[in-house]
């Protein structure tokens, strides 16, 4: 009787390890990922390990998040990532880039 009690115990560690290192444990990310039109999702897989990118691929099924719809343009990514935080970066789009132009004072705009 206390070998299978043991032998629960085990399992259980055994499952929580994996399903931490699976869904919690971080990643880096390459700081810029630029995304073509034709690109897919998987454009966003190559450049992480087979580990990361199986992880990823995982949290995209279990989360349902919508990568079919996916924006064109430069992705910017700074630091580490979960495999769930990294698909909301992903759907959230491409960073924009805006430009501050001041016109002075007594100018136009076509000055």
Same mark, same amino acid.
């Given at each position: 009787?206390? $070998? #299978?009690?043991?032998?629960?115990?085990? =399992?259980?560690?055994?499952?929580?390890? +994996?399903?931490?290192?699976? &869904?919690?444990?971080?990643?880096?990310?390459?700081?810029?990922?630029?995304?073509?039109?034709?690109?897919?999702?998987?454009?966003?897989?190559?450049?992480?390990?087979?580990?990361?990118?199986?992880?990823? $691929? #995982?949290?995209?099924?279990?989360?349902? =998040?919508?990568?079919?719809?996916?924006? +064109?343009?430069?992705?910017? &990514?700074?630091?580490?990532?979960?495999?769930?935080?990294?698909?909301?970066?992903?759907?959230?789009?491409?960073?924009?880039?805006?430009?501050?132009?001041?016109?002075?004072?007594?100018?136009?705009?076509?000055?």
């Amino acid at each position: 009787m206390k $070998k #299978i009690k043991i032998g629960r115990w085990i =399992v259980l560690a055994i499952v929580l390890f +994996v399903s931490y290192k699976v &869904f919690f444990a971080s990643f880096g990310v390459p700081d810029t990922i630029v995304l073509h039109e034709g690109d897919t999702f998987q454009s966003f897989l190559e450049p992480l390990s087979s580990w990361d990118r199986l992880r990823t $691929k #995982i949290a995209s099924k279990i989360s349902d =998040v919508d990568v079919s719809k996916i924006g +064109v343009g430069t992705y910017n &990514f700074t630091g580490t990532y979960k495999p769930q935080t990294y698909l909301d970066a992903i759907v959230a789009g491409p960073t924009q880039k805006f430009v501050r132009y001041t016109v002075l004072e007594g100018r136009s705009i076509y000055d």
